[in-house]
């Protein structure tokens, strides 16, 4: 999914497509954050803050998918019952770390995944992309047969570059979003 980056001149940060503007736009009321600045209760994010972003040649982390979720326009996040965070764009989930899970297990010892994050995908063939890539860290079970999401373990999340952590999740929010909410995110973002 080439083009949807952008390295700012200005402040030498990539800016994911998902935010559609160049980093010269910042929110007035809201500086830039670190990546490392963690969300201590719900929060909503805007759809003009932009995080200054890692180096896309750099291995995906957990906190990447924190904050690359937060970066997407009007999302909100929740915790489900054991704390688990699940990231929403006009109420619908498009990224959750699920808890654990009897159809999640390790083929060796049988015991239940507690690491597993699930990613909305645009479709079905999409997901069998990713599954079906023997180099790709991404997985599905039973459970998510017919269901438009893949799972990757929270724990082989570095397989991935950043920017396709990106790409994820921008495709996730896209699933998502509402299709006025995605029709202007995209109308912003190709316009660059």
């Not at 963690?38 to 180096?55: E, N, Q, Y």
């Not at 239940?112 to 999409?126: A, K």
Request: charged fraction near 20%; aromatic fraction near 8%.
């Amino acid at each position: 999914m080439p083009g949807r980056e952008s390295r700012s001149a200005d402040h030498g940060m990539f800016v994911p497509a998902a935010l559609g503007a160049s980093a010269a736009i910042w929110a007035e009321s809201s500086p830039p954050s670190p990546l490392w600045e963690r969300a201590t209760g719900p929060r909503r994010s805007s759809p003009l803050t932009l995080l200054p972003m890692p180096p896309r040649t750099r291995r995906a982390r957990v906190e990447d998918v924190h904050d690359l979720a937060m970066s997407m326009p009007h999302v909100t996040v929740r915790h489900g019952p054991l704390g688990n965070p699940v990231y929403l764009v006009g109420g619908r989930s498009f990224v959750f770390f699920r808890n654990a899970r009897p159809d999640a297990i390790d083929p060796q010892t049988g015991e239940r995944y507690t690491d597993v994050i699930m990613f909305w995908v645009p479709s079905e063939s999409d997901k069998q992309a990713l599954v079906q890539d023997q180099d790709s860290p991404f997985f599905t079970t039973p459970h998510f047969d017919g269901h438009p999401s893949v799972l990757v373990r929270a724990s082989q999340i570095g397989a991935l570059r950043v920017q396709e952590l990106a790409e994820l999740i921008q495709d996730a929010w896209l699933a998502r979003a509402s299709p006025k909410r995605a029709a202007a995110w995209l109308a912003v973002s190709n316009s660059r």
